[in-house]
């Protein structure tokens, strides 16, 4: 049996999208660039090519040695939008590992419902249905009753 296909098409690596094969001239296919994107200039398509290499490594937590050079060397590209797409991208992953910031971003949302739980009617419902114990000040369901 074989292998089903995952995507139908054709990759672009200028638009960054599965295209079908129509939009795909004769040697469109073995560039994979597609007949919109072939129409730009060649200094753009390169510079959107450069673009979408830098914002693919959002996908990773942390930056490897291999992933920072090459930032390093697109720092020194012609176009101004590839140097500050990559200058934002060192900067970002300076100082904490990306991980570490969505910890963060996870905890501040979790504070953040929390807080908003305090307004509704089912967390009042549920305290009420919670008995106080009376030596240590925890909450105890009606499950968890000796009796």
């Known amino acids: 049996m074989a292998k089903k296909k995952r995507f139908k098409g054709h990759y ?6 599965y ?6 001239s004769g040697k469109g296919h073995a560039r994979h660039i597609c007949k919109k994107c072939s129409k730009l200039p060649i200094e753009e398509q390169h510079e ?7 914002f693919s490594l959002y996908r990773y937590s942390n930056l490897s040695k291999v992933n920072r050079i090459k930032l390093e060397k697109f720092l020194g590209n012609k176009s101004k ?6 200058r934002e991208m060192l ?14 971003e996870e905890y501040e949302y979790e504070e953040f419902m929390l807080s908003n739980l305090e307004d509704y009617e089912f ?5 009420d249905d919670c008995y ?6 925890n909450y105890i369901e009606d499950d968890e009753l000796p009796f």
Do not use: H, P, W
């Open 81 to 86: 939008k590839v140097r500050e797409a990559a």
């Open 19 to 24: 295209i079908a094969n129509e939009r795909f």
């Open 123 to 127: 967390v009042k419902q549920l305290e």
């Open 48 to 54: 959107q090519i450069n673009l979408n290499r830098i």
């Open 91 to 104: 900067d970002e992953f300076t100082g904490k590992s990306r991980y570490k910031i969505m910890e963060d």
């Open 132 to 137: 106080l114990d009376d030596t240590e000040g």
């Open 12 to 17: 672009c690596k200028v638009c960054d999208s």
